[in-house]
């Protein structure tokens, strides 16, 4: 985490499965960045996944609308 003076710092993980370490003061504008690239693929693959997702209800319609008449 960054040194942002919301953040805990005795926070600590309950479950022992994740170790929390403090980034050093000043050095957000370099990681930054490296976020930005990270979100910006994520977005481009949960937008192409959601796209094929659409793609493929739009080609099974009638069998989609078949099985929510059954369930009315």
Known sequence: MDNCSGHDPTLTDPTG?????????????????????????????????????????YDNFDELQAKASQVK
Do not use: R, W
């Open 17 to 57: 499965q994740v170790e929390i370490i403090f980034l050093p003061p000043n050095c957000t504008s370099v990681y930054q960045p490296l976020d930005q690239g990270i979100i910006s693929t994520l977005k481009t693959l949960y937008k192409s996944e959601m796209l094929s997702e659409f793609v493929n209800a």
